[in-house]
């Protein structure tokens, strides 16, 4: 069976009350409630299947647990529930009753979990009429690099993607495994040296989303946390063009120093080298334990031309 593509059009959550109710269960749990605040077909498809997986099991447990209190009360010493049969052993319509609601819920349940895991796949593209933007993410110690390859561009800690744009993101590590999740556009994927993993977001409405690393990977992996700017076309287009002017390259000297373990300001690099996503993928780039023989050498300070004279 062919499973149509995930596409951009917004899709309306469960009711509101249902809604209600999962975020104050989230809210009670310790969860962050930015996870059921969808703002891309991803987030809201995973936040519906979020929704449904509740209904199911809220419409199973209930009863279940309403019954633990009537058949309490209805059995409690001197109560009119109170008998004895001494001769009942089995029952077949109990029995059927008993297996068949949690065998149904595990049905509904692994049934929703397949066809909703397979539309979700974060390699499956997302159907719009703009046309998919690429962006490479490399995972570092305590920071994340973003490489813009039809830009020439990359940015440290800020990711910008223009809005009703599908992102076709390719990401590695550098380091250690990490996670990359931006709970309001949904699917964590993980990076991974030396090996490439892919991803398919959209956004919907502009703003400042929170991006992560949801991966304990090592120290400090709680700094590791960038801004992702969703803009509209035209501010996307002013913004590559102000990184454009920026001075700063990013070569292999200069990916060598952000190798270093240490947490990065959000800043831009107005050229990229080419082809330096491939390289760290295939590790002839940089990599943390050559880092130091791969940065360039200080320069020596020359001797003033009036003291060479005068030796």
Known sequence: MTLSPIHSRRIRPASSRLARAALACALLSGCDYITLDPKGPIAANETLLFYNALAIMTAIGAPVIAAVFVVAYWFRKGG????????????????????????????FLGALAVVGSNRLDPR?????????????????????????????????????LPIDTPIHFRLTSATVMNSFFIPNLGSQIY?????????????HEPGDYLGLSAQLSGAHFTDMRFTARA?????????????RRNPDKLDRDAYAALLKPAPESPRVFGAVESKLFDAIVARTAPTPENAAACAPAPRRATQDASAGKGT
């Open 80 to 107: 009119r529930g109170t008998f004895y049969l001494p001769d009942w052993h089995y029952s077949g319509k109990i029995e059927l009753v008993v297996w068949s609601i949690p065998a149904l819920t595990v049905f």
């Open 124 to 160: 499956v593209a997302i159907a719009a009429e703009a046309k998919p933007l690429d962006v490479q993410v490399v995972a570092l110690d305590w920071k994340w690099l973003f490489l813009y390859p039809e830009a020439g561009v990359a940015s440290i800690n800020e990711l910008a």
């Open 231 to 243: 803009m509209s076309a035209d501010d996307f287009a002013a913004w590559i063009a102000q990184a």
């Open 191 to 203: 990076a991974m040296g030396a090996m490439e993993t892919r991803l398919n977001l959209l956004a």
